[in-house]
């Protein structure tokens, strides 16, 4: 079941989606966080590092799982994954690096990684899941097509999530990584709860057809129609098809 909140911008989007987790950070020292890249949830970070900094949460015992990683980029790129989650949060709270993953997308054996991730999604099972949204309704790199059953896979990205991120890599889209690793369908289904952050009328239409239409591939976000429990908060833009 979807729960819909609206806010008005970008900022009270990032405090809404923080007061949603916040008990379960609070209450569950050793919660296991599912993380999301992005420009859409840095808001949501800065918002876990004011309330750690002020002595009211501690990361000391959690785990996270990050959803996914570029194929081929190195670690130490700015660009990578890795470095975004270290850059954005993890430099800046009390987590244990060593309890901090992302899958590996400099493996050798890519199709081992991917199912050492999922059987650890698995043994770890998801307290709440951050998500952002694709244009195109991707959740983490499941882009439109993707079976609903998938597990960690190795993803060839669209054309359009490519360009979306092009911003990231100098505007010049030959930089941008063709492949990528990503937590499967299935696996984020797991998460006990999952919160979704939308900003922006480049997403309006992603999340009128995650809420609004059929459960299909097509839209890889409509499964969490399926979900027993999702909030999704939407700001302004975002919601402009679904404001009721
Ligand atoms: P964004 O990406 O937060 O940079 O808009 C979200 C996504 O593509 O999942």
């Known amino acids: 079941m ?6 008005k911008d970008y900022d009270e989007m990032s405090k809404i989606a923080y007061q949603a987790i916040r008990e379960i950070l609070i209450n ?6 599912g993380l999301a890249t992005g420009s ?4 949501l970070y800065k918002e876990m590092i004011k309330d750690y900094e002020a002595g009211n949460v501690s990361y000391k015992n959690m785990v996270s799982i990050n959803l996914d ?10 660009e990578s ?10 430099d800046h709270i009390d987590i244990d690096k060593n309890n901090t993953h992302v899958p590996n997308g400099l493996a050798d054996d890519v199709d081992q990684a991917c199912a050492d991730y999922t059987a650890f999604a698995k043994a770890h099972p998801i307290d709440v899941q951050i998500l952002g949204i694709g244009g195109n309704g991707h959740i983490g790199f499941n882009e439109p097509g993707t079976a609903f059953s998938s597990n960690t896979h190795k993803v060839e990205l669209k054309e359009n999530t490519r360009k979306d991120n ?7 889209l030959s930089k941008v990584p063709t492949h990528a690793i990503t937590l499967g369908l299935q696996d984020i289904m797991g998460a006990k709860l999952i919160v979704l952050l939308a900003s922006g009328a480049g997403k309006a239409k992603a999340i009128k057809e995650m809420v609004l239409g059929p459960v299909t591939p097509d839209c890889p976000a409509s499964i969490l129609q399926t979900h027993p429990n999702v909030i999704v908060i939407a700001d302004e833009a975002a919601s402009y098809y679904i404001k009721g």
């Open 81 to 90: 994954y890795r470095s975004f989650m270290n850059r954005n949060l993890f």
């Open 28 to 33: 569950k020292p050793d919660a296991v966080l």
């Open 2 to 7: 979807i729960v819909l909140q609206h806010a």
């Open 69 to 78: 990683e570029y194929v081929g980029l190195p670690v130490e790129h700015p």
């Open 166 to 172: 092009a911003r990231f890599f100098d505007n010049d």
């Open 40 to 43: 859409t949830p840095i808001g």
